[in-house]
Antibody, heavy 124, light 106 residues
Framework: EVQLVQSGAEVKKPGESLKISCKGSGYSFTSYWIGWVRQMPGKGLEWMGIIYPGDSDTRYSPSFQGQVTISADKSISTAYLQWSSLKASDTAMYYC?????????????????WGQGTTVTVSS | DIQMTQSPSSLSASVGDRVTITCRASQSISSYLNWYQQKPGKAPKLLIYAASSLQSGVPSRFSGSGSGTDFTLTISSLQPEDFATYYCQQSYSTPGFGPGTKVDIK
């Protein structure tokens, strides 16, 4: 079964750092992009960025460039989303998702497999 | 940045109704348009990719059409499990989602 399993909920204080994870299984992890999507409480979906674990090609939405870092460790089939200094406005649900396109760009096949989401709460 | 809009932002419908949701891009995106369904507390689910291709396992009552800047998602006969929020997403350039359309029970 193809699946993405995300790390558990986090509660942090403003200014703290954080790295959440997304572990893929059941498919060739290095052959598909993995993207990250933010959903703030009661709001819509926001595409944050994406990484191709095969060669670590990483692309960001302008809205998130410089605010977060996306990385991957292909040896353990895991992608990461990290913050160096959290703000209260980072409070949200974060989803990882596989992009079905493979190595190409533009992306064609949509985000076909999703993780269960990681809730991040930032509060003093 | 390519901006995505959806209309309506919400709609009320009955089981068995035909429902159409529109998505518009601020510039041409060819057919690089996907549709997702999201239910409360759940991750989104891919319904349609490349504007009109039905994702495996998705019921055939869902269909997509359009190219360039204007796209539609149609549910031919609304079922109880279809009450949800629907998002379009362009992947022509840096991907982005539309604001969503909430479909609830009339």
């Amino acid at each position: 079964e193809v699946q993405l399993v995300q790390s558990g909920a986090e509660v942090k204080k403003p200014g703290e750092s954080l790295k959440i994870s997304c572990k893929g299984s059941g498919y060739s992890f290095t052959s598909y992009w993995i993207g990250w999507v933010r959903q703030m409480p009661g709001k819509g979906l926001e595409w944050m960025g994406i990484i191709y674990p095969g060669d670590s090609d990483t692309r960001y939405s302008p809205s998130f460039q410089g605010q977060v870092t996306i990385s991957a460790d292909k040896s353990i089939s895991t992608a990461y989303l990290q913050w160096s200094s959290l703000k209260a406005s980072d409070t949200a649900m974060y989803y990882c998702a596989r992009e079905g396109t493979g190595s190409g760009w533009p992306l064609v096949y949509g985000m076909d497999v999703w993780g269960q989401g990681t809730t991040v709460t930032v509060s003093s | 940045d390519i901006q995505m809009t959806q209309s309506p932002s919400s709609l009320s419908a009955s089981v068995g109704d035909r429902v159409t949701i529109t998505c518009r891009a601020s510039q041409s995106i060819s057919s690089y348009l996907n549709w997702y369904q999201q239910k409360p507390g759940k991750a989104p689910k891919l319904l349609i990719y490349a504007a009109s291709s039905l994702q495996s396992g998705v019921p055939s009552r869902f269909s997509g059409s359009g190219s360039g800047t204007d796209f539609t998602l149609t549910i031919s006969s609304l079922q109880p499990e279809d009450f949800a929020t629907y998002y379009c997403q362009q992947s022509y350039s840096t991907p982005g989602f539309g604001p969503g359309t909430k479909v609830d029970i009339k």
